[in-house]
C-alpha cells in the first residue's frame, strides 16, 4: 500500500562545464557553448518524489508543508542565485551537469527526509533536459 | 512486451482537512491554512494510467474513447463542483488529502477497468503538489 | 517609451455562484453545477500587468521583488484557503464570478501602486477559463 | 548508482486510424472520428528516457548534444510533416495509434543508441493522451 | 468599464500549405515541408476572447456555458478530425495557413455571438506559432 | 484588416543587476540575490509579434519560416550560453534587466524585420516574470 507524494521547486544558477585537466579545445568539443568559460544560466525546474505508507489518521504521507519548507531550506536557498562552479565544494572536481547537480540534491535531501521514505529527484535544466536519480 | 496509456482529466472541489477527533487547535497546527472550517478548494488535475498488452489488430491497449468515458463517468461528474467533506461517504473518516483522494479514485477505476490491466493514478492539487498510487 | 511588466501569483479558494434574490431553481438554470449550495474551488492563476517609463538607473520599470511583495501581502495572503461567498464583504452583494473578482483585485492592487503605473489583470479560474480587466 | 536522462522532441504528421480488412462502418465504430479517410493530424511530442551509468570525468550518462541529434536525425526528421499512413512501411499492416508508433519510434532508438543504455519512449499525440513503452 | 473574457478550445486537423496556381517547386521553396502532398496535422488550441461590460446582477459579461457551447459547436465539432484543404470552402482558394484559419474562425463566432460584444481569436497551430485577428 | 503571427524562442544565459557608480551594499538593497557578484542565470523565454496585412496569395503574413530564422540567428545564437554583464556592449552602461534586455531584443528585430510590420516583444526571466515592450 505505497504511495508517492511530490512537490516541486525551482532555483536560478549560473554555471559553465569543463573538466580543468583537459585544454579548453578539448572542453569546447566535448561541452559545445557549455563551456564558455564566462558562464550561462539556467531556471532549474526540481520535483522531489517522496514514498512510504500513509498516516492513517492524517491521511498524509508526509506534511506537505514540512516537505515544501525542507526544498526551500536545502535546496532552494542553497543554490538559488548561485553561481555552481564558484560557490560550492560540490562542483569542485565534477561538472556541475544535470545530472551531477540532480545526485547532489537527491544526497542533500536523503540526509534531512526520514529514512522510512524512499526518495527519488528530477531536475530540469532546459524544459527539454532532464535527470532523474536514483532509478532501478 | 507491456506498454502503457495515459490519459489525464480534471475537476474542481471543495474541501478542508481536518480530524474530528482533535481539537481545531491541534488540526490548524498540523494542517495549517487547509482546515479553514469554511473549506478552499482546488482544481485537480489527474493522470490515469494502465498498462497491459496491445491488441495486435486495432493497435491499442485500450480504446483511449472508452477510457475518457470512464474517466468522465466515475471520476469527472462523481466529483466535480462537489464538496468533499460534506458530499462523499469516503471521507467521513478520513480527511480529503492528495493522498487519500488519489486512493479514493484508484480504487473506484480499478472497480470498473478490466483486470487484465495494471492500473496507477497520479493526481495533482496544485501545480506544485501531486499524489501517485500505487508505487512499488 | 512605454513598457510593461507582469508579475504571478496564485491562491486557492472555495466559492459558490447565486444570485440570493433568485430561487434555487433559477440560479442552477443561471449558474448550472457552479451554484453547488456546499461550494466548491479553484487554483487561481493571477497575472498582474504594470505599464510605465523604465528608471534610466536601474533598468527597472517597478522592483520585482516589491511587486511580487505587494500581490503577495494584498492578494495571495487575502484570498488564499478562504471562502469567497462567506469571509469576503465584497461579495455580499454581487457573486464571486471571475469577471467580478478580477475587478476586486485591480481595485485592490490600484490602491497600492503608484497612480504614475496603468494596471491591468487577468485572472484564470481554470486552465480554460480567463477574465481580464481593464481593457480597451 | 543508475540514473536517467530525459530528451524531450516533436514532430507534427497526419494520420487516420483503420483496420484494412474491417468494413468502414466497423472502423467508424471503433475508432470513431480518427477513422476520417481524409486524415487528421498532431503536433506530437516526445520524451526520450535513457539510463544507465554516469562517466565519472564528464558527469555525463550521454552527451545531451548527442543524445538531441539522435533523436533530429532518426525521429524528428523521419516523421516531421509527414503522413503516418501514406509514407511509412510501418504502418501498412498496423494502425498508426499512439500505441504503436510509440513502439516504432522505440525500436528505431533502440538500434541507434549504445547497448549499455537502457531506452524508455513517451509520446502525447495530444496534451490529454500519452503512451510510454517500455514498462514493466 | 470593460472586461473581457477569454475561453480556451482545441482540435485536430491535417492541411497542407499550397497555392493551386504555383508550380510543385515555388510551393515547396515557398512552404516548404508544409507543402507535403500527402497532409500532415497540428493540435491546433483556440483562445476565443469577448469584450463587453458587465451585467451588474450576474457579475457576468458572458455565461462561460453559453460560450463553451458556442465554441464547441461552431469551431471544435465544425473542424475536428478534419483535412482543412479537402472538406471546407473556405480553403478552396485561399491556403489553410494560421492566419487564414485565425480570420475563418473569426468569423464564424463573429455571426454566432451578441453585437454587442467585441470578438478576438488567438490560434496556435503548435507551441511555438500562433495568430491573432483582429488587432488593433 | 490587421493580424498578428507570434513566434516563440529561447536561450540561456548569466547574468548580474547592479548600478557600477553605486556601493556594493547599495546595490544588494536595490537588486537583492540578483546582485552576486559571480552572477546567476536564466532560461529565457522569448515571444515576437508580428503585426501587418496578409498577402491575399500565401495567405501569410510573414513566412514562418523566415521570422523563426530571423529569431535565432539576431537573437538566439546572439545571446545563448553568453554572460550578459561580461560580453555584451549594450549592457556596459545599464542592468541588463528583464526591461532592458526586452528592448535590446526589440531593438535588434526592428532593424531587420520590414518596416511595414509592427513589431512587440514578450520576454520571461522566469516563469512568473516578465517584460513586454512597446505597449500602448
Same sequence: chains 1, 2, 3, 4, 5, 6.
Avoid at 16 to 30: A, C, D, F, G, H
Amino acid at each position: 500500500m505505497r504511495i508517492a507524494v511530490i512537490r516541486k521547486g525551482h532555483f536560478n544558477a549560473a554555471h559553465q562545464l569543463y573538466v580543468p585537466s583537459w585544454t579548453r579545445e578539448k572542453n569546447e568539443r566535448i561541452f559545445g557553448k557549455c563551456a564558455n568559460p564566462n558562464f550561462h544560466g539556467h531556471n532549474y525546474e526540481l520535483e522531489v518524489t517522496v514514498i512510504g505508507e500513509i498516516d492513517p489518521v492524517t491521511g498524509m504521507l508526509i506534511n506537505l508543508k514540512t516537505l515544501k519548507d525542507i526544498i526551500t531550506e536545502h535546496i532552494e536557498e542553497y543554490f538559488d542565485h548561485k553561481n555552481l562552479n564558484l560557490e560550492f565544494e560540490e562542483f569542485k572536481d565534477s561538472p556541475p551537469t544535470t545530472e551531477n547537480l540532480c545526485i547532489v540534491i537527491y544526497n542533500r535531501l536523503r540526509t534531512v527526509l526520514d529514512e522510512k521514505y524512499d526518495v527519488k529527484v528530477r531536475l530540469s535544466e532546459t524544459p527539454r533536459n532532464f535527470a532523474e536519480y536514483p532509478v532501478n
